[in-house]
């Protein structure tokens, strides 16, 4: 029987990128081969898991074990520093591969749309998030910590990271590859209390139960809740019959965390529910919030006619993300446009791109899975086609595999000298030149 090789082209290497390698990996066998190019827009791989997770959780970023060993397996290769729609079309991706795979995320932070929201220090996660994990892009963002209160403005796990950057003390992130120019704003800051705003009820929090488990843990900050306002949304829980565990055990956290011990420290972390932002006041740059009291009524969130504001320096609003824009995908409620992960021909997408910013690292595996079931499912005659070669433009500095491993092992070192995972580079121009020296 003739021996079968697909060519598949996946754009992003971050873990839906991966995951989706692994499960093409996984499909493999004796008569059939995936010949996998994985693409990727900065000079280096890891997506989230390098420049969203947050630094003092590194025990999530240990995930970047499993896509390097993704990487290592036969008929695998990266090309990064190659950006869809400025080097490489789509058009020409999709006629020189069987199967091509958007799994670019949503790197576009969602807009609250009230007034004072473009007010100089209201920052949107998806500028604070990239800016302290040392993202190229991000580097010059102008975070002013200068105010004693600051505002998170989300009920989700994102916002939790940033409310814990900005409220455990900055020592903390010294052994964490936290960016060197945002460890220096944050020694710096004078903010003493982080307020973390959700719209809805407690029992609408998206926040996740072992996160909500760390908080009351933090060594140099307490954490608040009022336990009142988690005792009621436990009796409207209770009042809805059949609740699902994660509920649950969210409900209890929280119960947690308003109950315990707190230390009597400086450092302050606060976590309010129907507080619904409606407008941002100042001059040149942020001084206050203006929040609409919601109430839960018969299940629903509405607003009331109270209100009540907060003075801050500082607001970042954590309320989702959008996919990116780029020629030849159309968006849709925030995502491609796909039917069960098929955009249209033989393109595909997986991952946040796909379904939306919701779910785990974890989340990505069974997903993009699914993914590669249905374009295996789809898959004709493999093309007589070259492949990426001959795509770029010749002199284009791709950094592979080996490029990658260079700037890695440099990090990695440059870390161990000072404590640290890692010192990540931050300098296109460096990160290039350290790829393909
Ligand atoms: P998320 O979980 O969807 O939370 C977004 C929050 O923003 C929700 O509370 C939402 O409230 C609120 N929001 C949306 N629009 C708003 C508005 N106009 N005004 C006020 N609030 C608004 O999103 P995320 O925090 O960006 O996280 C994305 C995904 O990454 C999640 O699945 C998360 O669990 C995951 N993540 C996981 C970890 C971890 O495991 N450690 C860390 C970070 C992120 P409503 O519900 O009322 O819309």
């Known amino acids: 029987m003739t021996k079968l090789t697909y060519k598949i082209a996946i754009i992003g290497a971050g873990p839906a990128g991966y995951f989706t390698a692994q499960a093409f990996q996984k499909a493999q066998d004796k008569e059939l081969t995936f010949a996998i190019d994985m ?126 950057m900005l409220a455990i003390d900055p020592t903390e992130l010294d052994p964490t590859d936290t960016a060197q120019h945002a460890l220096d704003v944050f020694k710096a800051s004078k903010v003493k209390k982080v307020i973390i705003c959700g719209r809805r009820g407690p029992e609408h929090a998206a926040f996740t139960a072992p996160e909500l488990r760390d908080l009351p843990k933090l060594e140099n900050t307490d954490v608040y809740i009022d336990a009142d306002q988690i005792h009621q949304a436990s009796l409207r829980v209770d009042q809805m019959g059949e609740v699902e565990k994660d509920l649950n055990n969210n409900l209890e956290a929280m119960q947690l965390i308003a109950k315990h011990d707190k230390k009597g420290v400086e450092r302050k972390l606060e976590i309010k529910f129907l507080a619904a932002p409606k407008e941002i006041k100042g001059i040149d740059k942020v001084e206050e919030v203006i929040f609409t009291i919601n109430e839960v009524k018969d299940g629903k969130v509405i607003g009331t006619d109270k209100t009540f504001s907060i003075k801050t320096g500082l607001v970042v609003t954590a309320i989702g993300y959008d996919a990116v824009e780029y020629p030849g995908v159309k968006i849709e409620n925030g995502r491609i446009a796909n039917i069960a992960g098929h955009v249209e021909h033989n ?89 393909t020296s």
């Not at 791989?45 to 390097?68: C, N, Y």
């Not at 932070?109 to 920052?123: A, D, F, P, T």
């Not at 070669?389 to 284009?396: A, R, T, V, Y």
Request: hydrophobic share 40%; charged share 25%.
């Open 39 to 164: 693409i990727e827009r900065l000079p280096t791989p890891w997506g989230l898991v390098r420049s969203g997770v947050a630094p003092d959780h590194p025990k999530i970023k240990t995930v970047s074990k499993v896509f390097e060993k993704i990487a290592k397996e036969d008929h695998f290769r990266l090309f990064a520093n190659v950006e869809l729609g400025k080097d490489i079309s789509l058009k020409d991706l999709r006629e020189a591969y069987d199967a091509v795979v958007l799994a670019t995320g949503s790197a576009t932070g969602r807009k609250l749309g009230i007034i004072g929201e473009n007010l100089k220090n209201c920052i949107s996660a998806a500028d604070f998030v990239p800016w302290y994990n040392s993202h190229p892009d991000f580097t010059n963002v102008a975070v002013d910590l200068n105010t004693d209160t600051a505002v998170v403005i989300g009920a989700g796990n994102v916002a939790m990271d940033i409310a814990r």
């Open 347 to 435: 393109i595909y997408v997986t991952g946040w791109a796909k379904r939306g910013p919701v779910g785990v690292i974890g989340t990505n595996k069974s997903d993009s899975s699914d993914v590669v079931d249905l374009i295996i499912d789809n898959l004709k005659e493999p093309k007589n086609s070259t492949g990426i070669e001959g795509l770029l433009k010749s002199g284009h500095q791709v950094i592979n595999q080996v490029g990658w491993e260079k700037i890695n092992a440099t990090e990695v070192i440059s870390g161990e000298l000072a404590g640290k995972p890692r010192i990540k580079e931050v300098d296109w121009k460096r990160l290039i030149s350290l790829g």
